[in-house]
Each structure stands twice: as structure tokens, then as C-alpha cells.
DNA sequence: ACCTGGCACTCGTGTGGCCCGAGTGCTAAT
DNA sequence: ATTAGCACTCGGGCCACACGAGTGCCAGGT
């Protein structure tokens, strides 16, 4: 009973049920797979996979199909595949058309979803650590101001500061000046102190601590974390997985977002370049019969921010994670470059 | 056979569909409703309401459903119906809470969805008539720069352009000082030829015209349409209406916003202060099965923007018609107020 | 002219019984 | 350790049947 060809065994079962989504049973593995035994022998395989947790039937007269455990196992066992050309041909020129950093990350998604046939999310570039660069100060009204906010990374933040008071020309300009001179060049951490010490100048206006409030809220205004995604559709498509209140469930998470985030950190704590969690390893009730697979993307080296898939556990993984991986490779040297 | 019990019999139809999801039949009609006539008589009016082809039955020995020529009528005979007082306190002090354009949207298409159960849509405000307030030139890298537009209406639209030459620190200042006198006060409109003519002018640098290209581009930014949706759950979870792979469709053609927009457009083009497409009404094949309700919203008067609602034909018409109408009051005093 | 009670008819759905076959586990033989 | 054979299980498909909701129509009443 070699330990290879069992792991051969749940391999095969693991195909041959994605492709159909019919449990399968011995001698259909006899028959189709490369392995020269007979159904007798992989039955034996199949009791004792069964006996570990990797596979299971759904009826005494049926088939086998992956737990969880035997999806897991699979993944754990599977060496890196390649992503075919004309995928690879896809990213390419999709994200090289792009203009700006909202359409990049648009247009990430939607790819995304489009190789995988599932849903994909990504996570808004997090710029944690970009200094400022310049602040704009603009009237809006006579005791209204917004408040603009470049970092030097290219993104712009802006917000509008009730004053409390009409302001006078000259005044509002000296403000604006003396602002951007203790802003420009901190990160958002520095800024907090700089700013509030200027606010607190003898002699300060009464406003000044409204105005950079706002300009440190805005200066990590990178940081609120929000994600995209797209191919809902696809959910819905596999349906035979899901019972449709599920997939309503599965919906609601999604635009929960909140939940979506938390998983996506606790995955990324894990620090591998690829994470994938199956099913109850979700720690997400609505989640429960969905896998996500999440890999970093950034700027060369710091993979700050998130992106992957997520769909039904009955799913192409090596498909998927070689998409997965791909379009985070190609993303980092987009916002590299940006 | 008086015309007026007619109407009462196919708006207690489409009542009860919409309440029981189930054909509605004679006896039932006669118990429950208020008409005080027998069943046999409901019969007649049956048979006469489904020559008109307003009511069908789904096998000969069922009750009736509203085709959508029915619901029509039925939504043509409605009076406007008032908004519950919870909802209206809801939507006050859900709008009231937020801080920016964005977050004003976002809420109203959350709020939206929560009061229908349907899929809520927003399409942001459009801002074509509004001044440029000012224009702000940031340097990135020695080759490249980001152009920020900010409009009277208090939004920012930015994007970046390859300068094609490394450029000097004082020329680059000297052509942000012109770019912003050639700008401000300008409509889009005006830019255009104002831009062309100072980017053409003799001596100008080279690069003069992609800026000027890049600040008209931003201008016109907020021309973009964009929708944004959320509820999409609330479609699964009326999936007794759907097969499942109709949601997919659905699903699909609302991120493909193309679609949408153009309904939309269709619908604002009637001029009426709310509009309903129903089911076929909106020539569209992926939601053959669906209804939208729309309604304009914007500054006083001016209503140039669009949200609603998209949710399966056999909806509560008169609720839906009532949250969206309300939405729409509430979001155009906000957007003014902004 | 309109409404109503009655009656025959239709047909979709739910139920129970049946068989079939896929798939298994076990055992004995190689 | 593998294989062939065999008895066994059980879910799904199929058929027949009865039930009942709902209809259409007609004749009689107001």
C-alpha cells in the first residue's frame, strides 16, 4: 500500500470531480487514470483515505468526494503550475492599457475574474508609508475649505474642513503656506505630531486644528482599506454548488467587505507568497463552502496589499493559484512603475 | 361588469402574487378581498382580464399571475403611496452621517437596497457645468507630472502625463502659473479652446499640450458615469424568481454598467418624475425577468443624475416606488447642499 | 344586464411501490 | 501487496394513482 500512489489516488479524485462535479468511483479511476491497478486496489486506497479525513461519500452508493482535509492535502502537495500562454498573452496587454492607478486596479479585477471563472477581489494598493508631498488648500464658500492632500506616490486625498468662521484672503493664504511647509515631505506618522504642534502655535488661528485633522486623515486617507470585486456572476453559475441562499450569504459578504479584509490579513500574516484557504478554514460561517486563494502584490519586495479568488471549494486549484499568482506578479510591476 | 371592479381584481392579483409568490385563484379572491362579490363573478372579470392580456395562468388548473402588461396597468393606477416613518427617519439619519461625495453615495446605495431588499443603484452625480476652481501642477520623478483639477463643485480629478523631456524646477513652476490663469473660472467648455490656444502659443514648451489635454480630460472628469450597486444578494434571495444562471446574467449585466447606463438614460429621457420598466419594457434580454424603477435626483431642479432599484417583476411596487422617490428628495438636498 | 350557485372537467402535484445499477466492502486466491 | 469475485446497500428514476385546487360554463335569480 505505497503512501505515493494513495496521494495519486486523491489526486485523481480531486480532478475528476472538479471536471464533473460527480463523485467518482473506483473503477472509473481504474479505467481513466494513469495508475495500472485495479479497482480493487484503489478501493483499498479509498478506504483508507476515507479512514484519514481526505475524502468521503456522500451516499453509501456513490462515489467519493474531497473533504476539506482532501483538498487541503492536494494543495499542499502540488508543485507550481505554469499559466498557459495566452493567459499570460491576456494580463499583459489588459493592464499595459491602463491610465491611472483606479483604472489598473479595475481593470486587475475584472481580468481576474475573467481566467478564474470566479469571484475576484483586490485589495486597494495600501500606501502606508508614502510622505506627503504637497498640500492644496482651497476655498469652497466663505468658511468652507477643502482640503487636498498629493502623497508622493501620485494618489491625492481630499476632504472638506468646515472653518467655523469667514476667513479673509490674505489670511487663508498665510495659513496655506505655513501648512504645506510642515507637511510636505512627512510620512502620515509625522505628520501627526508636526501638525499638531503647528496648530498649537501661540497665536495659531482658531481653525488651524480642524484644517489638520484633516490633513493628517487625509495624508492616511491611502490606508482606508477598500476592496473591488468582480464576477459575482460566476458565483451564480455554480450554482449547483451552493443551495441560492447561500449564494445570497456569500453576496452579503462580500459587500461586508469588512469580513472579506480580515480574512485577507489573516492570510497575508502567514507570509507565504500564496495563501489559500479552504472552506471552514475560512473561520467565515457564510463562507463556509468557499475557498479563497490571496497572494501580496507592491512595489519590489513589500507586499502590502491583497488580491485573489474566491468560489466554490469544488474549484480548479492550480488553475486558480497560477492565475492568482500571475496577475499579483504583473500588478507589483505596474505599481512599481506608477 | 363594472370596469372599476375589473382594476380592483387585478390590483388584489398582483397584491397577492407579490405577497404569496403563488397564483392567485377565484375562491381565495372572494374570501380574502374586500370586493363583496362571489367567486363565480371574480371568474368572469378573470377571463375578461386575461383576453386583455393582462393576467395569465401558469397551467389550466392554477390560479393567475400578473403578465407584465399587468403589473403595468397596475403601476399606471397607483396612486403615490407614502413612505413608512421609520424609513423616512432612517434615511435621514443615515445621509446625515456622511462625510464626503463619495461616502454620500455610497451610503445612499446601501441605504437603498436595505429598504426595498432589492438591488439599489446609484449613478454618481454628474457635474458637467461646473468651473474649474483651480488647477494644481505636482512633479513626479523628473519626466512626469500629476495634474490635479479641482471644480467649483468641490471635486478633485487628477491624472498623471509623461512630459517627454526632464524639465527644469523654474520653468516647471512658470507653466503652472500660466496653466492656472488660462484655467480658472473656465467651464469645460471654454477650457477647451482657452487650453488650445495657450498651449499653441509661440515659444510655449513642448509638453504644453498634453498638459492642456490632461487638465480638459480631468475637467470633463466628472462626466464619466459611473454606477455603483449593492444588494446583489437580494437577488439570490428572491431566486424562487429566477433559474439560477438568469442571476448570473443579471448579475453580469450590472457590472457591466454599459447596459444599465443606457436604460437609465432611456428612462430619464421620459421626463416623468419616476419611471418604471417592466420586465421586456426594458429591452434588455438579461433582465427580461427584472423591473427598475428609477428616479432623477441633482440640484434643485435640475435632476441629471439617476439612481433606482432592479429587483425581480413580481416586486412591491408601490414600497419600492415610494423608497426611491424618497432617495432621490433626499440625496438632491444633500448634493445641493455640498 | 348583471350576479350567483352548481357542476363537470382538467391537470399539476404528492405519494407509494418498484426496479435497476453504480458503487462499495469483504474474502479468498495469486 | 494486489486482484478477482460476490453479496449487499441504497439513491434515483419510473409508473400509476388519487387528490384537490381551480376553472369554464350554464341556468336561474334579482
Do not use: C
Not at 452579503?252 to 480574512?263: F, K, M, S, Y
Amino acid at each position: 500500500m505505497s503512501e505515493d500512489r494513495r496521494r495519486a489516488v486523491l489526486r485523481a479524485i480531486v480532478e475528476g470531480y472538479v471536471a464533473t462535479s460527480e463523485p467518482v468511483g473506483s473503477k472509473a479511476l481504474a479505467d481513466a487514470s494513469s495508475l495500472g491497478v485495479s479497482s480493487a486496489t484503489i478501493r483499498n486506497d479509498m478506504a483508507a483515505l476515507e479512514e484519514e479525513g481526505l475524502i468521503a461519500q456522500p451516499h453509501t452508493s456513490a462515489g467519493r468526494i474531497p473533504t476539506d482535509a482532501g483538498y487541503r492535502s492536494f494543495v499542499d502537495n502540488l508543485a507550481a503550475t505554469a499559466l498557459h500562454d495566452p493567459h499570460k498573452r491576456a494580463i499583459q496587454t489588459f493592464l499595459s492599457d491602463a491610465v491611472d492607478l483606479n483604472d489598473v486596479v479595475e481593470r486587475s479585477v475584472r481580468l481576474l475574474s475573467q481566467l478564474t471563472r470566479q469571484v475576484a477581489v483586490v485589495q486597494y494598493p495600501s500606501l502606508r508609508e508614502s510622505a506627503v508631498r504637497r498640500v492644496e488648500l482651497v476655498r469652497i464658500g466663505a468658511d468652507r475649505a477643502l482640503v487636498v492632500v498629493v502623497s508622493a506616490d501620485a494618489r491625492v486625498e481630499q476632504s472638506t474642513v468646515a472653518l467655523g468662521e469667514a476667513v479673509g484672503d490674505e489670511e487663508f493664504e498665510r495659513v496655506a503656506r505655513e501648512l504645506n511647509e510642515a507637511s510636505v515631505g512627512h510620512t502620515p506618522a509625522a505628520l501627526l505630531t508636526s501638525l499638531t504642534s503647528w496648530a498649537s502655535r501661540p497665536g495659531q488661528v482658531s481653525w488651524a486644528t480642524s484644517i489638520a485633522d484633516a490633513v493628517v486623515a487625509a495624508a492616511r486617507g491611502g490606508t482606508v482599506e477598500r476592496v473591488v470585486f468582480a464576477g459575482a456572476a460566476n458565483l451564480a453559475r455554480a450554482g449547483a454548488d451552493f443551495e441560492s441562499d447561500a449564494i445570497g450569504s456569500v453576496l452579503d459578504a462580500l459587500e461586508e467587505q469588512v469580513v472579506l479584509l480580515r480574512l485577507l490579513h489573516e492570510m497575508a500574516a502567514e507570509g507565504q507568497d500564496i495563501a489559500v484557504r479552504i472552506g471552514a478554514e475560512t473561520r467565515t460561517d457564510a463562507l463556509a463552502r468557499t475557498s479563497v486563494i490571496a497572494a501580496g502584490y507592491g512595489p519590489s519586495g513589500d507586499a502590502a496589499s491583497l488580491l485573489g479568488t474566491l468560489g466554490p471549494t469544488r474549484m480548479d486549484y492550480p488553475g486558480t493559484m497560477a492565475a492568482v499568482r500571475a496577475v499579483a506578479r504583473y500588478l507589483s510591476r505596474v505599481v512599481e512603475n506608477e
